[in-house]
């Protein structure tokens, strides 16, 4: 059994500090295989947010698989935001923006969706979805095989479609034919598992929560997703809210998935 945890929009320079130590305190109870950071984890891209970052990451004790989100390139540091827009996130977390995990049990599949000259909306193109449909299609079959963006690959509210990642549907389409089973996203602070209608074989949208920030939807907690896979075909998404009354992570929901391997 692997276990993958997802962390999403910790927005540090927001961060609640008894979050972040009740998500390392997860950590060390479930220890992953893997953690995925997919996007926004800082709140202006300072350099200062990056260091304390890097810091609570290096403390879960796992391989890391991080991607940019929008807040991680400088919004108000033209010079920065145009030149060198992802100098900062590279300092903390390397250069390489399209980084991908295999093991024996995953294939993890990180792309970027952020655009320096967007000031918030994510986009893939063609290029990325044919090299991301490259990769897919060599997995093993024993591999759960996850693609991680930062902004939603599609959304469950209406008000919600103006975040939903440009050239999702063909992402979508070539990503299904190629064999994925999971899309992991953030952005929107809004978690949940979503099945994508109308496709060549079943795959799912995996949404993140905020990790441990105090910017917080009305009504939903921090929170993190946590899959679990064994090679035998057992699949299932934990959603893990923080709970101020136990002053820990509890898994809130659990949703069983049924990835076709073929």
């Not at 403390?59 to 919004?75: C, T, V």
């Not at 193109?125 to 990769?135: L, P, T």
């Not at 899959?227 to 959603?239: H, I, L, M, N």
Request: glycine share 6%.
């Amino acid at each position: 059994m692997s276990v993958l945890l997802q962390v999403s929009d910790p927005h540090f320079g927001t961060e609640r500090a008894p979050v972040v130590e009740a998500l390392v305190a997860l950590a060390g109870q479930l220890r992953p295989d893997l953690v995925v950071l997919s996007g926004d984890i800082t709140q202006r891209a300072r350099p200062e947010q990056f260091s304390a970052a890097r810091a609570m990451m290096d403390r879960l004790g796992a391989p890391l698989l991080a991607l940019p989100g929008n807040h991680d390139i400088a919004l108000f540091d033209l010079w920065s935001r145009v030149v060198k827009p992802y100098a900062r996130y590279s300092a903390a977390f390397g250069t390489d923006l399209a980084p991908v995990f295999a093991s024996a049990d995953l294939l993890v599949i990180g792309v970027n969706t952020t655009r320096a000259r967007r000031h918030k909306d994510g986009e893939v193109g063609s290029e990325q979805i044919a090299e991301v449909a490259r990769r897919l299609a060599q997995a093993a079959p024993a591999q759960l095989r996850v693609v991680v963006v930062h902004q939603p690959i599609d959304v469950m509210r209406p008000q919600d479609l103006p975040d939903r990642l440009h050239n999702h549907r063909a992402a979508q389409q070539a990503w299904a034919l190629a064999g994925a089973d999971i899309v992991m996203g953030g952005h929107i602070h809004l978690p949940y598992v979503m099945p994508l209608p109308g496709l060549a074989r079943p795959l799912w949208a995996v949404q993140a929560g905020t990790a441990v920030s105090s910017r917080v939807r009305s009504g939903v907690p921090n929170s993190v997703n946590v899959v679990r896979w064994s090679p035998q075909g057992d699949c299932a998404v934990e959603q893990w809210d923080h709970s101020h009354d136990q002053a820990a992570f509890v898994c809130a929901i659990r949703t069983p998935l049924q990835p076709r391997r073929s």
